[in-house]
Every structure is written in C-alpha cells, then in structure tokens.
C-alpha cells in the first residue's frame, strides 16, 4: 500500500510538471499586459485562423454605460470559473483606454446580462477559455445591453462575448483605434445532443474548435488528444442512459469527442446558427495486455490518462485487461518504485521517446504479448556534506541543476543541522550542484557531478 501511495504522488506531480514543460511558453497569469489569464489548454496552440463575428460601428455616445460584472461564468464554462460575486471585490486598477459599446442579437434586439472579458490574443479562438482569471478586465451589458470595459493597458486583445442562448463572439481589437460605439451582434447558439454507446456515468464528453495543426504531439500517449492543435471549449457528463448535451456552441466546425481515459471515439462536424446537431458516439472495445518479467516485480501501463499496475506472479506473468485503445508506456519498474517510474516518465515527455519503457499501441479487441521485461534502476542518489562561511550550511538548498537545460530533471535537497544533505530520485545525468545559503536566493557554489543510475554520489560543497 505504502508502495502505491507514494507512486500516486510522484505521477501526479510528473504529471503537472512535464505538462507544462511539454508546451514550452509560460502560461499567463494575471489581466495586466502580458499576463492576461487564459486557460491553459486554450494557450496550448496558436496557429489557427482568426474566426469572429460582429461589426464596428462610430456612432455619437448617447450615455454612459453600466459597467461592472464577470465574463467568467460565461454559457460555454467547462469548469467551475469566477462567479458574479467574484466582481464584487475591490477592482483591478488598468491604466487603458474605455471600451464602450452595446451588444445585440441578429434581430437588433439588445442584450441584457451579457458577458465581455478582454484576454491576451490567440488565434483561431472562437470561444472563451474555460476559465477566466479575476485580474482580467471583465463586464456585463445593462438592460439596453450596452457596456463599458477597460483596457488594462495598450495592448491589442481578444473581446470574448458571450451570453446564455447565444454562440459566442470573438473580435480583436485595438485600443489605439477604438470607435465611439462598438456594437456586436450574437448569432443564436447551437446545440448538441448526442448518445454515447457503452458509456457509464463517469464518462465525459469534451467540445472542442479545431485549428489549423491537427497532428498529434509526438509525445502523445493514450487515445491522443481530442482535438490536437484545437481550443477547448467545454466538457459534459453523460448520464445513466448514455446521453449529453452541449449548449450555446460556437458556429462552425467543432470537434466532439471521448475523455481520452475511455478511448478513441470523435466526430468532427461544422454547425450553424441555431441549430441543433444529433449525434452517436460508440467507443472502440478494450484491448488488452500480457507478458512476462521477474516475479514480483512490479508492471507499470502508463498514459497519463491511464495508470496501471500489476506485479508479476511466481512464474513472472502478468497481466492488463480491459484496456482502452491507444499508446501506452509499458515497464516493469525498480525499487525505488516512484522515483524510477517518474523518470521513466520525464524520459518519453522530454525526448519524445523511450529507452526506458516499451511502447505498446492497444488496439480494441486484441491481446498484445509482451515478453521478457527487465527491472531498470535509471536514477541515483547524491548525498554528501555542505560547509559555508566555515561552518555547516544548515537550512541551505542544495539544487541539482541538469546540463542539458530540462527544467523537469531539476532536484533539490536541504542541508540539515549536521551540514549533510541527501537527494533522492535523480535521473542518470550530469549536474551542477549548485549550493544556495539560507535566506539568500543565489547561489554561492556551483560544483559539477555525475549521476549514474543505481549509484550514489558523495559530494562535498565548500563555499567560502
């Protein structure tokens, strides 16, 4: 048991950290300048098409509009997101230009309670992220369904509209060349209704808008992504009977498809204004998997999505049933079991490959054997003592930091009473050993070593 609590929390962790490293660009954190808040899935591609409603129209300002209110729990939310309340907090000051406007549904009716929010451009988007950051200037239309909104600063954004009933809006624009007025126009929202065959209700459904690159990354894993290179817009349980449903989808093409811990099932359509789409969905039948390693040695089937494991029997078998089609990583894993998985898994994130685990693709209905899978200790330990100043450096950090650049093969250890420190869990390699004294944020040594897996390390850093 102890074993398995300790992988569900090294997999998680190098489940967020590899995330993150695998897209390269930092994901933005506040509404001001270049730290506008997207969700991250919806920062993740960046080459579609811009796609966008509506029309500028200068006009003479008849009033001054109400302002106030959160776009964040617009109708295409996939999450629990910023409710109305949260726009009752003290506001963000901006520094930008007013936005004033009115919106309007396609029979020139105005609308009341709709949602604007000013996010950093991405393009292709046609729908807002599913979440969206408090920091983010945000506003809500009065009665006559008229807004004002603030830059946060001079900077282009996307104006996301939404407003329940409706098909969300998207437009650029420029707060150096703003007109008196901007109306925007809100065609009437699709709807999908869809069936699931073989679904239970811990099945989920995601929406997504395709983009330009629909090729899967290289390190994809499982059934692949829903929608690769597309937007996430929302994601919909499906009841006892197999049914979801979407509501207020964008226009156009949209990807519907299948959690991909469930296996590979998508339909790609384009959907018009108002209209509403019937759809099946029918998964692909599990596949499965055996083979043979050391008895007792523990078998990891790893997708992200998937998690997996077994230890082998006395005669070394082993075996994974039921397993939705799709790329899995597949190794028998040494002691100790969390920190070897971890690395195995940064392997294949980083480098987009394995020579640590077999790549197995399951496909549905069929058994795929796999013999002779040997146990591999692929990290080490560095240990040893740290002197700074001419006595122990307690309470300072010890930072394994790796030459070839990969942020996820950073270790870190803390120097004890005694001077000693011990680091766990290090990827084969070579490091600099960096000591950084306590209370002081750069470091005061840099010292080279070699990790090799399976070996311990004994180093000493003397800062002067």
Partial sequence: MARFLALAAIVIAAAVGVWSLGRGDPVPLGGAGEGGVAEVSDTAHRAAPEVAQGEMRSEPQKRAP?????????????????????????????????????????????????????????????????????????????????????????????????????APVVLVVDPAALPAELSVRLPAGARIAGYLHGATPDFHVELWVPGVDESPPRTWLGTGPVCPGGQFVARAGVDAAGRFTFD????????????????????????????????????????????????????????????????????????????????????????????????IVQEFEVD???????????????????????????????????????????????????????????RRGTVDGDGAFRIEGVPAGRYDAVLVPAGEESGALVQPCTVAAGGDVTITLVAR
């Fill in 66 to 166: 109400a302002g106030g209110g959160s776009a964040a729990d617009g109708p295409a939310a996939a999450a629990p997101t910023a409710t109305d309340e949260a726009a009752k907090q003290p506001a963000v000051i901006h520094s930008g230009p007013w936005l004033r406007g009115r919106v309007f549904d396609y029979s020139s009716r105005p609308i009341a309670g709709a949602r604007l929010a000013l996010l950093p451009v991405l393009a292709g988007r046609r729908a807002r992220p599913a979440h969206v950051g408090e920091n983010a200037p945000a506003a809500k239309t009065d009665e006559e369904g008229r807004f004002e909104l603030q830059f946060a600063d001079g900077r282009v954004r996307d104006l996301v509209v939404t407003a329940a009933g409706h």
């Fill in 248 to 343: 207020d989808v964008p226009v156009g093409p949209v990807v519907v498809g299948v959690g991909p811990q469930h296996g590979a099932a998508r339909e790609r359509f384009e959907l018009m204004s108002g209209e509403l789409k019937n759809i099946e969905l029918e998964l692909a039948p599990p596949g499965h998997v055996a083979g043979t390693s050391r008895p007792g040695v523990t078998i990891a089937l790893y997708s992200g999505a998937v998690n997996r494991f077994v230890t082998a029997d006395i005669r070394g078998g082993f075996t994974f049933r039921d397993v939705a089609p799709g790329r899995y990583l597949l190794a028998a894993v040494a002691e100790p079991f969390a920190s070897n998985l971890h690395a």
């Fill in 352 to 410: 987009g490959r394995s020579t640590l685990a077999r790549l197995v693709d399951i496909e549905g209905g069929r058994t795929i054997r796999v013999d002779s899978l040997e146990p591999r200790m692929v990290t080490g330990t560095v240990l040893g003592t740290a002197w700074h100043l001419g006595r122990h450096a307690v309470g300072a950090a010890v930072v394994l930091r790796p030459h070839d650049g990969v942020g996820a093969r950073i």
